[in-house]
């Protein structure tokens, strides 16, 4: 089976350390900033960053809508930090013209865990990964507080400030954490995502 293409979500934030975890993972990995770049992908991480920015570049480089149908679709798109926010129902503590592609019926704080002072690293165990809880960093995190009756609770912080809230879940194809599992070296939530890809096309 020929490795599935993933595009990164490049319009602001961790873009480069995505498209690395990607390809050590298995993928074909690929910037997405046009409607035809996305057109060309499998599935979609939107990387960490700043949630207000990336909401304004969506609508800038008109790929909202595009974006939007794929995920009605069934494109698998996994978001991190920021592309948590931008993949939730509700987001508490967000500018008023902040808009998401309300994917996955959940309800965020943004920067739940604090400013940048606060940024702090924990173990969290997620559901379906072996091998030991996954090595999670926190920047500017936010952090989920409500979820719908299809949202499966994926992970919870296990130690630290924030012991047992929720920063990693899963709606269908859409899978989002709070932490950036790019900036560790350890690619199982990657390679994770690569397989959700895999089974859906």
């Known amino acids: 089976m020929p490795a599935p293409v993933i595009g990164v979500l490049a319009l602001q934030g ?30 979609l991480i939107i990387p960490g960053g700043e949630s207000t920015t990336i909401s304004k570049l969506v609508d800038i480089f008109e790929l909202r809508g595009p974006i939007d149908k794929r995920i009605s679709a069934g494109m698998p798109v996994y978001g991190s930090c920021a592309g948590m926010i931008m993949l939730a129902a509700e987001v508490l503590d967000g500018r008023p013209d902040q808009r998401g592609f309300d994917g996955i019926a959940m309800t965020v704080r943004r920067n739940a865990f604090g400013r940048q002072v606060d940024s702090f690293e924990a173990p969290v165990q997620i559901t379906g990964i072996d091998g030991g809880p996954l090595h999670a960093v926190f920047i500017r995190a936010p952090w989920v507080e409500r979820v719908g009756a299809d949202v499966e609770i994926l992970g919870t912080v296990a130690e630290g400030p924030a012991t047992g809230r929720v920063v990693a879940v899963r709606q269908g194809n859409l899978l989002a954490t709070s932490f950036h599992p790019e900036l560790t070296g350890d690619l199982r939530l990657h390679a994770h995502f690569v397989d959700m890809v895999r089974t859906a096309t």
């Open 14 to 43: 961790d873009v480069r350390e995505h498209l690395t975890a990607l390809t050590g993972a298995g993928a074909q990995a690929r910037p997405v900033r046009r409607s035809a770049e996305l057109d060309a992908v499998d599935g």
